[in-house]
């Protein structure tokens, strides 16, 4: 079997040429084109520059770069001269770069920018593994470096290759073997060092054909954006699957610039985290708050029209009746279509969610209106995905079925186990680990908990390691409380707090834009974001909005003792992953001082 990925840049310009592969905005945010023919030649060249520069087979070559058509370019070189991909968070601090090149052991390093490439050359003082550095981005290198060069540079290496070279390239591209390994995907280490999951190339064949055979609504005149980084498993994942379905992938580099994005490229299809739709949905329920009293009731009927016609109907495969379905497409012409284009998705198929769990509420609320949330489950361990909604007779609350051939079932502690072939081979140079990761009969352990209902259907309940318990012996399950308070607009970040605690609390980070705008229409003075979050009347308004949102509730899982913080969990300060996952045990350390006078 050919490697889905060794060669997929010149198969897909054989078959495409001229068509858009890719698309990018250049320094003044205009977006071009990358034709497949461009894109294959780029990716011929770069195999050939890394065979000019010594990269053999197994070779590590890493890229620390925020997302870059180059990136992309650079993995598929790899796979065809059988190296390695080990990818590098853009906001790494230079102890995480040094530690993943010095695990894997990396002897190519491409960096994107100034921060990243000053970063990289302090690196290398203690990586003795690392040959060459190579800046995508045209800046001033030091004069002493002795290891860096441009990306042209590189490029003329592959563009002035031998014969000899060329045709090197051709046999490793003709030689690569399933069991070859593609990429090392570092963990975010939330409780720990991060860990390089080997994920071979077979892990690949086999992750696209479950995704071909789930995800039968897309097609090659499908357009995708690539706004998570593409360090992230689920990015990576997905772009990659979009190119080897003919899927132009837009690569948005600034995610700080998502939704000027998405208002030109228009994607149809595009993974997410569920931050996203929380802000979405904050922002939209923040616009119906605000219309006239007339108007406002309209949309919520609409609504209420769009959760019989999709919840009801559709999502069960049946047909609904002729009065419900001329009130949705009343609707979804005079207020949906308006909301989508509005968002830049007025051509939306699906939009897979996963990394975080995601709200049943905000699910519902846009699959309502038409909107193709498709909620999922993978880690990167798994090559991504282990499950999502299927395209009919899917349970929200839930994060779908298994993808074929993927197995699941519980294990002790509720903990769900996965095996198949996409599962990893192991940790790199992580024996110890690996060991603890799987079963002694081959399954891998994820560390969540959950259960699978009488429909295949899987649903997280907490992830184990986050489980606490109170003092008075009382589970708690804290994700699943911030996932529910993360809906409110005025709430941006919440830690959960409270094992071997009397009662629960919460460090609340608020979404501050929103919250002076409250503060400001309801006559709070302040001088600063201090003083605001100390405010009487900003804490009661927070308070009562936790309160609503809490109800379902046990008593005992209720918070009942908060504090606004002044400022953001940080990557910066070790807060946050790169995937801004918390790390509960900094975030405990760093305000021990304000959790410890809950208590008192």
């Known amino acids: 079997m050919t490697n889905v990925l060794t060669g997929l840049a010149r198969r897909g310009a054989e078959k495409y040429g001229t068509r858009a592969a890719l698309a990018a905005p250049d320094a003044h945010g205009v977006w071009h084109d990358i034709a497949w023919n461009t894109f294959a030649d780029d990716v011929d060249t770069a195999a050939r520059a890394l065979v000019a520069l010594g990269v053999k087979v197994g070779d590590r070559v890493a890229t620390f770069s ?18 390695v991909s080990v990818s590098i968070y853009a ?12 695990d894997a052991e990396c002897e190519v390093l491409f960096v994107g920018n100034s921060t990243q490439y000053r970063l990289a050359l302090e690196a290398s003082r203690s990586c003795p593994s690392l040959r060459h550095i190579i800046v995508i981005k045209h800046i001033s290198l030091d004069p002493d470096d002795r290891l860096s060069m441009h990306w042209d540079d590189f490029m003329a290496l592959g ?53 071909v055979e789930r995800l039968t609504m897309l097609n090659d005149t499908d357009t995708s954006m690539a706004f998570l980084p593409l360090s992230h498993i689920f990015e990576k994942a997905w772009s990659y699957f979009c190119l080897y379905s003919g899927i132009k992938v837009s690569v948005n580099r600034d995610p700080k610039k998502v939704q000027d994005a998405i208002q030109v490229v228009r994607p149809t299809c595009m993974c997410s985290v569920p931050r996203f739709w929380e802000k979405v949905y904050a922002a939209v329920q923040e616009k119906i708050a605000g219309m006239n009293p007339a108007v406002r009731s309209l949309t ?45 998705i007025d051509h939306g198929k699906l939009f897979p969610t996963a990394g975080a769990p995601v709200s049943a509420t905000i699910a519902e609320f846009f699959i309502s209106c038409g909107i193709e949330i498709v909620v999922g489950y993978g880690l990167s ?63 891998f352990r994820t560390g969540d908990a959950g259960f699978i209902d009488d429909t295949g259907a899987i649903t997280l309940t907490e992830r184990i390691k986050d489980l606490f318990k109170t003092s008075n012996g009382k589970y708690i ?28 609390s919460a460090l609340i980070v608020p979404n501050f834009p929103a919250l002076r705008e409250w503060a400001t229409k309801n006559g709070v003075k302040f001088a600063d974001d201090n003083e605001l979050v100390r405010d009487n009347t900003v804490n009661n308004m927070i308070a009562a909005r936790i309160e609503e949102l809490q ?50």
């Not at 609904?320 to 207020?335: D, K």
């Not at 003792?561 to 910066?572: C, D, G, N, V």
């Not at 070790?574 to 405990?588: A, D, Q, S, V």
């Open 300 to 344: 919520r009927y609409a609504l209420k029209v769009g959760r019989r016609y999709n919840i009801d109907y559709r999502r069960r495969g049946l047909k609904a009746p002729a009065t419900l379905t001329w009130q949705y497409n009343f609707f979804n012409r005079t207020i949906f279509a308006k909301l989508r284009a509005a968002i830049g």
């Open 91 to 102: 906001t790494s601090s230079l102890d995480q770069v040094a530690y993943i090149i010095n």
């Open 66 to 83: 925020a997302n870059r058509p180059q990136n992309i370019v650079t993995d598929m070189a790899c796979y065809d001269v059988r190296a």
């Open 477 to 504: 399950a804290p994700q699943a409380i911030e996932t529910r308070v993360a809906e409110d607009k005025y709430i941006e970040q919440i830690a959960v707090i409270g094992d071997r605690r009397k009662f629960v």
């Open 381 to 443: 361990e798994t090559t991504a995905t282990v499950s999502c909604f299927p395209d009919v007779n899917y349970e929200i609350g839930t994060v779908g079925t298994p993808i074929p051939r993927v197995e699941v079932k519980i294990g002790d502690d509720n903990e769900i186990l996965i095996k198949g072939p996409t599962v990893m081979r192991g940790y790199y140079r992580k024996p110890e680990a690996t060991a603890e990761a799987f079963t002694a009969d081959g399954w």
């Open 159 to 211: 563009v002035n290759a031998s014969a000899d070279i060329i045709k090197e390239v051709e046999n490793l591209t003709a030689a690569s073997s399933a069991d070859d390994i593609a990429t090392l995907v570092y963990t975010s280490g939330t409780t720990g060092e991060p860990k390089g999951a080997i994920l071979p190339h077979s892990c690949f064949n086999a992750c696209f054909q479950s995704h």
């Open 551 to 600: 109800k379902g509730f046990a008593g005992y899982e209720k918070i009942k003792k908060f504090a606004i913080l002044p400022r953001e969990f940080s990557m910066e300060l070790g807060e946050l992953t790169n995937t801004l996952k918390m790390r509960r045990k900094i975030i405990h350390e760093h305000f021990n001082d304000i959790i410890e006078e809950f208590y008192i």
